[in-house]
C-alpha cells in the first residue's frame, strides 16, 4: 500500500524511528516537528492521512483539528491523534473534534499499522 503519511512529532527520536518503520512498509512520509509546520506540509502535499502528537510546540493538536476541520482541501484527511495521556475524556474531547482515531503512546507498531490500514480503507 503505498498512501502517502504526514507524520507530526515534536520528539525527534520518536519522528525518525516511526518514519523509518513506515517506509519500511512502502509509505511516502512527510514529517514535521509541531503542528504549524504539519499544516504547511499538509497543505502542500495533502497527504492521505495524518498521524500526530497532541501536545506539541506552536500550535498542538487540539488546534491542528480545528484547522483541518476548516479547511476545504484537509478536512476529509483523516487525523490519527497519538498522546501519552490516556485520559477517557481527553480521547473523546480529540475524537468530538474530528480526529479519526487516538492511539496512547507508548505504543508497538503493529498496532499503528493496524489502525493506518483501517483508516486508509475507510477513506479509498
Known amino acids: 500500500m503505498n498512501a502517502n503519511i504526514l507524520l507530526i512529532e515534536d520528539k525527534a527520536g520518536l519522528l525518525d524511528t516511526l518514519k523509518s518503520l513506515?517506509?519500511?512498509?512502502?509509505?511516502?512520509?512527510?514529517?514535521a516537528s509541531h503542528g504549524a509546520e504539519g499544516l504547511t506540509v499538509a497543505t502542500r502535499y495533502l497527504p492521505d492521512l495524518v498521524i500526530s502528537d497532541i501536545y506539541m510546540p506552536v500550535l498542538d493538536g487540539y488546534e491542528l483539528l480545528d484547522r483541518f476541520?476548516?479547511?476545504?482541501?484537509?478536512?476529509?484527511?483523516?487525523?490519527?491523534?497519538?498522546?501519552?495521556?490516556?485520559?477517557?475524556?481527553e480521547i473523546e474531547d480529540v475524537l468530538q473534534k474530528g480526529a479519526a482515531g487516538y492511539l496512547t503512546k507508548p505504543f508497538v507498531f503493529a498496532h499503528l499499522h493496524e489502525e493506518i490500514k483501517r483508516l486508509l480503507v475507510r477513506t479509498a
Request: with cysteine; charged share 25%; hydrophobic share 30%.
Open 22 to 31: 513506515l517506509e519500511l512498509h512502502d509509505y511516502t512520509v512527510f514529517t
Open 69 to 89: 476541520k476548516q479547511d476545504p482541501q484537509l478536512c476529509k484527511i483523516p487525523v490519527l491523534i497519538t498522546s501519552a495521556k490516556n485520559d477517557p475524556q
